[in-house]
């Protein structure tokens, strides 16, 4: 049920932006309007969410330990599983937002059914979000080639480097496949494995379309239905420059791309895609375990009520006495 | 509560590098202003429509390409019948320079070198040459 | 005759259908054996807290407050703005499942609501309802659901049934841990009085007396002093075992039921031979005669409660540094939450072993070391003498507790003591141990009689582990460093994989002791005879 | 009793196993199936064991010692999950239909067959009876054992 009134829901916001980027006036709305509304919510709604729950405190010292803790010298210590060190802890957290290490755990090669070596589908898992996320970054990072004039070397470096296999032109970018592929992976891995498919929610179905139609109106752009790039990039730097501009000529293709990365801009804020900026967050991994060395303040701290030692022996003074145990007053 | 100033940095890092074309921008002084070419002076029309050629001038080299290596067909009838010669050098480049035209948008859109002048030489290099 | 099958493909086609109406029906029918009683009116006013009344988790009509939504929602506000934990964890789950099959009760019960997502799920519907703005606006559309009675009921129908263990939040990416969703919906429910009495007893008695069990100061005397004696028997050796010594240089503190119960009371006389065999100038307390906390199962601040007297007590009787037995729960109140609970601990001494003069370096802070920490690096150092043939009639394997596990990683020190103190030790598969330990299914506060079944159910995973190196090895003895373990995985083997008992890490430390002085041992501490010497008898 | 063939065999028991499967809910029912590590899937991995063996022995000796093992692997944990006892032990029934259907040829002795289904079912149903007591007896012994030492005291007192 979720599944197709998400799609459809996509489908229905693509489709509009496709009707709009045919007519006059939309072309404005979808074209500028739109898209600095979207940067907006985007950057002050993750901005508050992270500032959200940074004013939530963190009481206590939770850290989850993956490994030994380092206690007697002579015993071998996991400084990155268990860190007791600030320095452990940025490793912990490197391997954890750039690899997915926790993630990564859960997979496991196995001698199952005989001699065969079989990989678990979580292996495929850790695989695909990880593909996902990087190619994600990759893709945002040459988008800046259309938001930067003149267009920096780097960005053109990682083109170069994205269209290693020169398949032919334009050039055919390994990140466009990988995300579609991962993408993909995730959408069927979360229709087919029942588990997973009974804790989806809408939102969980929404956000993937989304960045699936995002991705394919992109691949669509490029390879098959080719838009006017110097004009795209008119739009893209007048935005930037605040001059913003949408010349005609722009295909409607272009405004469907334009207006799911906008709505996926505003979505982020309100969704569990925040989870990029939580990650860093976490307290049960940013956390080194040392909290028999050093003290951890709870800054929202309060007196309790509690039974004293003189109250304990008052209550008891008899059998204590009785008992030959020495009393602070007899 | 000393973490928060670790995540207010975070955040702020965040923020610069995620509006790093803003600030680009404004410090370049960059304007949505597209490149200005180098028209041909002696031609007023292409060997296709301007929005095609605009999208799709790729498409037609190597549509050309194609045409000329693997089936040895070299003439091209526009889309207003007249016929031209399928020719990098000598159709293209007798009306734009690579310099001017070619490379302006190309650099502008981030588009990399086609591998074009892989096997073909710019006619304008060419001259500079021969003397 | 084979001619006349249909084929092979044919014949195994299968078709598996999934339920389609999804988990939001919050409908619980509490059925025997798989809830814990609620909690004695008695137990709840004497602790001071909400709503003390009879009620029956079967009952229709749970007797709650009457704004009793508003006190939920008005709680889950205040947690919000107190713990980051909370607040993140609501937020930032993908829902990607990594954490389903995690959870021993999931394994055990094969009910989905048990598997931690979708236990957090339960709490997080209701969070996006009332306090995100897409869940205001949209509803169940963005995954919101309606607080109601029902609600209630299934949360504290599941949230009861997790054991706080940590083994989810292992394999999450993000860290999310269930555990601390657990602590933080039970503080919510009980702020309308909606609690169990397993856990609430045991921490009215911990308040009053110093101890879970309610044993009174002469009660704990005699046991110790029971304890002595026994040691006596067995060794020939009086070992002196003080209680509220002034001026000791050393509080011990253990799980009390250390002293009241089998087969934990076999560590318990570890320990007292150990330290008599070392010199220890250490002392017991009477009044801090509770390492465990049940209060880290009800909510935080009846943990800081019950864990106060340690401070107190150490304060008081001017020790320079505390010592901890063998105990889950208790050390994970001690390492993660104590010194910032009741701390700074500035009137201790940093720990030094007296023995052997090593710097327990990683108890700067907090001062107090961990029992296993001590021997091993006594061992290390060479001033034990151990002959680890007495222990030869055990084939062991150790079953690392939860929270030593997850929440310290204590994962070392006692293997190596097991290694010098027994010849036969076996670890069992590499993805139930160390930490992916699985849970013995009866932590947290489940583990009473009345809850027997569900208890079977999440002890499943472990016990199917155990019987794994039961018939590879013959594993006989499974040992652990966890009172609760102690106490409820003898029931639990014995259901699962009889033939396996479940002893401490120290009990098999003072079998292979050999003692300055002692008579001509015989048997270990439970009474079974030496092997060694049955056969130095035979030759 | 005329030869089975092993794929046969196996059939059928990928038949039960996949209907016994079916009694637990959905999306569970499918993680007991894939999950092939018995440490991460102890209910499926019980399945996977006691099944082929029930299978054999049901074509084979129907040794009672061999039948009660396997079907104690599967029973003992349906034993303290959420079923009735009909519902524990009733999938030993499902052989039935599951025979109807792939032994089609005449020649198969569906009587006998029958007769050891029953059999089995009263052995299932043995086993979940004993499990059901365990249950109650290791709750004894648990109290006892919380009783123990009490009494241990209370007796060397009495006797000292």
Known sequence: ?330 | MRDRVWIVAGLLLFLAVITYPFWHGVEARATSQPPVLVLPAHEKECVAPISYMRTSHMKLLLDWRNSVVRNDQRKYVSYDGKVYDMSLTGTCMKCHEKKGFCDRCHEYAGVGTPYCWNCHVDPALAEVKRP | ?539 | ?160
């Open chain 1, 1 to 330: 049920m979720s599944v197709f009134s998400s799609l459809i829901l996509v489908l229905v916001f693509a489709a509009l932006a496709y009707a709009g980027g045919l007519a006059g006036s939309s072309r404005w709305f979808m074209g500028v309007i739109l898209p600095y509304t979207a940067i907006l919510v985007f950057l002050g709604g993750l901005s508050y969410r992270v500032l959200r729950w940074a004013k939530s405190p963190v009481p206590f010292h939770i850290p989850t330990t993956c490994g030994q803790q380092k206690s007697l010298p002579w015993l071998k210590w996991s400084w990155l599983e268990n860190p007791q060190s600030k320095g452990g802890v940025l490793l912990r957290m490197a391997l954890e937002v750039l690899l997915f290490r926790s993630l990564f755990r859960n997979s496991r090669a196995q001698f199952l059914d005989g001699p065969r070596l079989r990989y678990g589908e979580e292996k495929f898992l850790w695989l695909s979000a990880l593909a996902f996320h990087w190619s994600l970054l990759i893709i945002l990072i040459r988008h800046l080639r259309f938001f930067v004039s003149p267009v920096p070397r780097f960005v053109m470096g990682l083109e170069a480097v994205d269209g290693f296999f020169q398949v032919s032109a334009p050039q055919l970018l390994v990140t466009d496949v990988v995300i579609l592929a991962a993408l993909l992976f995730l959408l069927q891995r979360r229709l087919r494995n029942p588990q997973v498919r009974y804790i989806s929610l809408f939102t969980d179905y929404f956000a993937l379309f989304l960045l699936l139609g995002i991705a394919f109106s992109g691949v669509l752009m490029r390879y098959f239905f080719r838009v006017d790039l110097e004009r795209v990039k008119e739009v893209a730097l007048g935005l930037v420059t605040f001059s913003p501009t949408v010349p005609a000529g722009v295909g409607p293709l272009f405004f469907v791309h334009l207006t799911l990365v906008s709505l996926l801009l505003i979505y982020f804020p309100f969704s569990k895609l925040v989870h990029m900026g939580g990650i860093f967050l976490s307290p049960t991994r940013n956390l080194a375990n040392d909290s028999r060395v050093k003290r951890h303040v709870n800054p929202w701290d309060y007196p309790v009520k509690v039974h004293t030692y003189a109250e304990w022996e008052e209550e008891f003074h008899d059998k204590i006495k009785a008992a030959g145990l020495p009393l602070e007053r007899e």
């Open chain 4, 1 to 160: 009793m005329p030869g089975i063939s092993p794929q046969t065999q196996q059939a059928i028991s990928e038949r039960w196993r996949a209907a016994i499967i079916q009694t637990y809910p959905g999306l569970t029912a499918e993680f007991l199936r894939q999950e092939k590590d018995p440490f991460r899937n102890p209910v499926g991995a019980a399945l996977r064991e006691g099944i082929p063996c029930l299978v054999a022995e049901l074509f084979g000796a129907m040794d009672p010692g061999k039948v009660s093992q396997a079907l104690e692997g599967i029973v003992r944990i349906r034993a303290i999950q959420d079923f009735s006892p009909k519902q524990a032990v009733g999938f030993v029934f499902e052989l039935r239909d599951i025979l109807r259907d792939v032994l089609r040829a005449p020649e198969a002795p569906l009587g006998e067959l029958h007769k050891r289904i029953d059999e089995m079912a009263l052995v299932a149903f043995d086993v979940f009876m004993r499990c059901r007591e365990q249950v109650y007896e290791v709750r004894l012994s648990e109290a006892r054992r919380a009783e123990g030492f009490r009494k241990r005291m209370v007796s060397r007192d009495a006797g000292g």
């Open chain 3, 1 to 539: 005759m084979s001619e006349a099958l249909p084929k092979h493909e044919e014949l195994v086609q299968i078709r598996y259908d999934v339920p389609r109406n999804g988990w939001r029906s919050a409908h619980v029918d509490f059925r025997k054996g798989t809830y814990s009683y609620s909690a004695a009116p008695k137990n709840v006013q004497y602790l001071g807290m909400a709503n003390p009344r009879h009620w029956r988790p079967t009952d229709k009509d749970w007797k709650l407050p009457p704004d009793w939504k508003q006190i939920i929602l008005r709680g889950m506000k205040e947690r919000l703005e107190k713990f980051r934990s909370f607040r993140l964890f609501m937020d930032i789950c993908v829902r990607c499942g990594a954490c389903a099959d995690k959870c021993h009760f999931y394994l055990g019960s094969a009910d989905p609501k048990n598997m931690p997502v979708l236990r957090a799920e339960l709490v997080r519907s209701v969070y996006r309802r009332y306090f995100t703005a897409s869940g205001r606006l949209f509803r169940g559309l963005a995954g919101g659901r309606e607080l109601t009675e029902d609600v209630l009921k299934e949360w504290f129908y599941y949230f009861y049934q997790c054991t706080e263990c940590r083994r989810c939040s292992v394999f999450c990416p993000f860290g999310i841990d269930t555990a601390e969703v657990t602590m933080i919906v039970r503080e919510l429910l009980n702020l309308v009085g909606v609690n169990t009495n397993w856990v609430l007893e045991p921490a009215a008695n911990c308040f009053r007396t110093g101890n879970h069990l309610g044993v009174q100061p002469h009660g704990f005397k005699d046991s110790i002093d029971f304890a002595v004696d026994e040691l006596e028997e067995l060794t020939g050796i009086r070992v002196e075992a003080p209680i509220n010594k002034k001026g000791a240089e050393i509080l011990f503190v253990v799980p009390s039921a250390d002293y009241f119960a089998t087969p934990h009371y076999y560590t318990l006389l570890g320990y007292l031979a150990l330290f008599h065999e070392i010199g220890l100038d250490y002392t017991f307390s009477a009044y801090a005669s509770e390492g465990g906390n049940f209060g880290l199962f009800n909510s935080h601040e009846l943990m800081k409660r019950l864990n106060n007297k340690i401070y107190a007590e150490a304060k008081r009787l001017g020790v320079k540094w505390i010592l901890g037995g063998e105990c889950g729960h208790m050390w994970r109140v001690l390492h993660q939450y104590m010194d910032t609970m009741n701390g700074p601990a500035d009137f201790l001494e940093e720990p030094v072993s007296p023995v052997t003069g090593t710097r327990f370096e990683n108890a700067r802070s907090t001062k107090m070391v961990h029992i296993c920490e001590l021997t091993a690096d006594l061992i290390h150092n060479g001033k034990l003498k151990l002959d680890p043939s007495h222990n030869d009639h055990w084939r062991v394997t150790f079953h690392d507790s939860c929270n030593p596990a997850r929440g310290m990683g204590l994962l070392e020190e006692p293997r190596y003591i097991l290694r010098n103190v027994v010849n036969h030790f076996f670890e069992m598969p590499e993805n139930t141990i160390r930490e992916q330990t699985f849970c013995c299914g009866s932590g947290a506060g489940l583990g009473t009689d009345e809850n027997i079944e569900m208890r079977l159910r999440g002890g499943l995973p472990r016990a199917n582990a155990v019987k794994y190196v039961r018939d590879k090895h013959g594993v006989n003895l499974l040992t652990c460093i966890c009172a609760i373990d102690k106490a409820t995985l003898p029931t639990l083997l014995e259901y699962w994989t009889p033939g396996v008992e479940v002893g401490g890490v120290h009990e098999l430390v003072a079998n292979a002791l050999v003692m300055k002085g002692e008579k001509d041992r015989t048997t270990d501490l439970r009474g079974e005879p030496f092997p060694a010497k049955e056969a130095a008898v035979h030759a």
